[in-house]
């Protein structure tokens, strides 16, 4: 890996830590497409995974997820805090398990 490749990944992850939006795009492409990236990504972003809380929500179709899930977002952003949301479907019969990027 050239100093430039480490360079540009240590931009992205200080540039999405900031909140922008494309920059954690573009790290969620190079982990998707297995870049020969992904353990420099990986070993930026780890010194920072301690920082998040992770909730996980569930349950059947229709029961109130999304809605759950945008009434906890608007709460967690009206005191300040950032929110990304990852929305899963694990049933998808296409991949197996798609990300909902459409939220």
Request: net charge positive; no cysteine.
């Given at each position: 890996?050239?100093t430039?490749?480490r360079?540009?990944?240590?931009?992205?992850?200080?540039?999405?830590?900031a909140?922008d939006?494309?920059?954690?795009?573009?790290?969620i492409?190079l982990?998707?497409?297995?870049s020969p990236l992904l353990?420099e990504v990986?070993?930026r972003?780890?010194?920072h995974a301690g920082?998040?809380h992770?909730?996980?929500?569930?349950?059947?179709?229709?029961?109130g997820?999304s809605?759950?899930?945008?009434?906890?977002?608007?709460a967690l952003r009206s005191t300040g805090?950032?929110v990304?949301?990852?929305?899963?479907?694990?049933?998808?019969?296409?991949?197996?398990?798609?990300?909902?990027?459409?939220?």
């Open positions: 890996m050239t430039r490749n360079a540009d990944v240590e931009a992205l992850v200080t540039r999405a830590r909140g939006h494309r920059a954690v795009a573009r790290l492409s982990v998707e497409d297995a353990r990986s070993t972003l780890v010194p920082e998040a992770v909730i996980g929500i569930t349950g059947s179709p229709g029961v997820k809605t759950s899930t945008s009434a906890l977002v608007g805090k950032r990304g949301v990852l929305a899963v479907d694990p049933s998808s019969p296409f991949s197996g398990g798609a990300l909902l990027g459409d939220r």
